[in-house]
């Protein structure tokens, strides 16, 4: 018998646009990555699936990982959540904020991917890497699908109603079956379980029926960071071709097939070590991101920048907080970022949080107009 070892999370709320508080959890150390995984997950329960824990592993090993909930699931609000495209997006833009972080790695799954598609084109500077896994140019619902895929995605959709409250065989288990068709007993047992622990049937329709209607095609050619790929060969969810056709829409992406009838990939696939190791060498590593610079240099000013930043502000709730402006803010973190060695926000969150900052309540730090 082996064991995982996980790294220990710590889960915190941001509010997105519309008031909405969406959880996002972090975990492990090294250069950010942020990943938007697969609508089914749950911020506490993932850590006690085997479905995905060996994930959570594997990509906080070498990284400080940042996941979250989407609306209307897991740890995120739940009721009176409206879902609309705009909005997921707007949840993601939210989490980034929160965390700190200012360039990264992104890791989008299935329909995911599209929601942060607009950031990705807008923002290249910040996505200095991009893993794409299990998705397609556009949803099963846009207006460009054909009928017959439109019938058979409705069809899914009340299937995945039928089933989401109660475990029936057939209706009940479809989900599972159709994303982990080779999954043990355990693994669909599980994946059984969190679906129901995730979220409501009414959440997770509404949720899925949105992502479907995205579309992202005009986008995948303006995609200017390096880019990997990823599909299933032999998926029920999204064909082949649809993971070929993601790849070759984007400029210079690299596409990395997986021998595996699951659009989920296990640890007991096949494909698992081989999807392990392209992984490991398209982010870039931690070894090249360790901070050199000592705390001892900062000034009072500084200090209280740092303990902001570790509890999760963005600059305007700094600026506001301290009462400067976030020309000046901006600058702090600059000098900050210098001082510690750290090559980005959010590894100076990381490093500052395993020092203690971000720890006091924040009443209890300094508000005065000095700079």
């Not at 609508?39 to 906080?60: C, E, Q, T």
């Not at 997921?88 to 890791?107: N, P, Q, T």
């Not at 880019?227 to 064909?239: D, G, I, K, N, P």
Request: aromatic fraction near 8%; proline fraction near 6%; charged fraction near 25%.
């Amino acid at each position: 018998m082996w064991y995982i070892v996980l790294p220990s999370q710590q889960i915190r709320f941001c509010t997105s646009r519309d008031g909405t508080r969406i959880a996002y959890g972090t975990c492990g150390s090294g250069p950010p990555l942020v990943w938007i995984a697969h609508f089914v997950h749950h911020l506490n329960f993932d850590w006690d699936s085997p479905v995905w824990r060996p994930w959570i592993s594997a990509l906080a090993k070498r990284h400080t990982l940042i996941r979250y909930d989407f609306r209307g699931t897991g740890l995120s609000d739940r009721t009176g959540v409206e879902f609309t495209f705009e909005k997921l997006a707007e949840d993601f833009e939210a989490v980034v904020s929160a965390s700190g972080v200012r360039d990264f790695s992104l890791f989008a799954m299935s329909g995911g991917a599209r929601v942060v598609l607009p950031f990705a084109v807008k923002n290249p500077e910040r996505v200095n890497r991009l893993v794409l896994y299990g998705t397609s140019p556009s949803g099963p619902l846009t207006a460009k699908a054909p009928p017959e895929r439109v019938e058979n995605m409705q069809v899914q959709l009340k299937a995945f109603e039928m089933g989401w409250p109660k475990d029936v065989p057939g209706f009940g288990t479809f989900l599972t079956s159709l994303h982990i068709p080779d999954a043990t007993a355990e693994q669909t047992r599980s994946f059984n379980e969190l679906l129901r622990l995730t979220t409501s049937a009414e959440n997770g329709v509404a949720l899925l029926r949105t992502l479907v209607e995205s579309d992202m095609q005009d986008l995948l050619p303006s995609l200017r960071c390096p880019t990997l790929v990823f599909h299933s060969r032999q998926s029920a969810v999204l064909s082949f071709d649809e993971g070929r056709e993601v790849a070759a829409l984007i400029p210079d992406a690299r596409f990395v097939p997986l021998e595996s009838r699951n659009h989920i990939l296990l640890d007991t696939d096949p494909a698992w070590k081989q999807f392990l190791h392209e992984l490991d060498e398209f982010l870039p590593d931690a070894s090249h991101d360790s901070p050199t610079g000592s705390f001892d240099d900062l000034t009072a000013r500084e200090r209280d920048v740092l303990e902001l930043l570790a509890h999760g502000l963005n600059n305007t709730d700094i600026s506001a907080r301290l009462k400067i402006s976030e020309k000046t803010v901006r600058n702090h973190v600059s000098i900050v970022l210098g001082k510690l060695g750290a090559s980005s926000r959010a590894k100076a969150v990381a490093v500052a949080r395993d020092a203690g900052f971000g720890r006091r309540a924040m009443s209890n730090t300094r508000n005065s107009a000095r700079s």
